[in-house]
């Protein structure tokens, strides 16, 4: 069974430091990989995925992710962080095959503080 | 275009109510997903329906919750007699397709709350 763990419930950094996510996943078989932002009293919007080509994946807002496969991680990063970047993070993992294909798994999501 | 849609925003049910929960997918799209995010257990897949198919009922967590999709379009999940624990937000979602790579794009969800 596949399965997704987010290390940290809540992360916080200063405006301008460094963001990164954690992110390891169980599977059998490399899945595809995604991370989502959710905003408060907002659905969940797509920051990047990674689909089995270029291992280092850029999305929206400036953040990007790594997929490692000897250390089943797909940490996520940005530069500098932006105010405006304060959210709840979800990593989530799908099947590329079978039954449960696109059925996403999620994390327990980390939430991001930003300090003036 | 207009993105998933889903009504009613905010749901308040007493113990033991049927209620039934909406979502408007986005035109063209033949995948729809629905999830349920709760402080307990996270964001969790419910079901999901894909044209004309057999839907993946796989992650519904009881019997009291069941789900249809007409024409192909609009999502209805149903959920009789419900508990306490029945209380999250749910999600809908829906893509192009049911292919892994397809970006799913969510709703804002209905939060339902159980007295």
């Known amino acids: 069974a596949q399965s997704v763990t987010q290390l940290g419930s809540h992360v916080s950094v200063s405006e301008g430091a460094l963001v990164l996510l954690r992110c390891n996943y169980s599977?059998?078989?490399?899945?595809?990989l995604f991370w989502y932002v959710q905003y408060p009293n907002q659905g969940l919007q797509l920051l990047l995925k990674y689909t089995s080509a270029a291992t280092l994946v850029k999305g929206i807002n400036g953040f990007e992710a790594e997929f490692k496969k000897s250390e089943t991680s797909f940490h996520l990063t940005k530069p500098s962080a932006h105010m405006s970047d304060a959210a709840e993070y979800f990593c989530?993992?799908?099947?590329?095959?079978?039954?449960?294909?696109?059925?996403?798994?999620f994390g327990k999501g980390t939430k991001l503080s930003v300090k003036p | 275009g207009a993105g998933v849609s889903q009504s009613p925003s905010n749901k308040v049910t007493e113990k033991g109510k049927d209620v039934e929960l909406r979502c408007d997918p986005i035109?063209?799209?033949?995948?729809l997903y629905w999830y349920r995010q709760s402080l307990g257990q996270g964001l969790e897949f419910l079901i999901y329906?894909?044209?004309?198919?057999?839907?993946?009922k796989s992650g519904l967590p009881s019997d009291r919750f069941s789900a249809e999709r007409t024409g192909g379009s609009v999502s209805t999940l149903t959920i009789q007699r419900t508990q306490q624990e029945d209380s999250a937000v749910y999600l809908c979602?829906?893509?192009?397709?049911?292919?892994?790579?397809?970006?799913?794009?969510f709703g804002p969800g209905t939060r339902l709350t159980v007295l």
């Open positions: 979602a829906s893509s192009i397709s049911r292919g892994g790579t397809d970006t799913q794009y």
């Open positions: 599977s059998s078989v490399p899945p595809y």
């Open positions: 329906f894909q044209g004309n198919s057999a839907p993946d």
């Open positions: 035109s063209g799209h033949t995948a």
């Open positions: 989530a993992v799908s099947a590329r095959y079978g039954g449960s294909q696109g059925n996403l798994i």
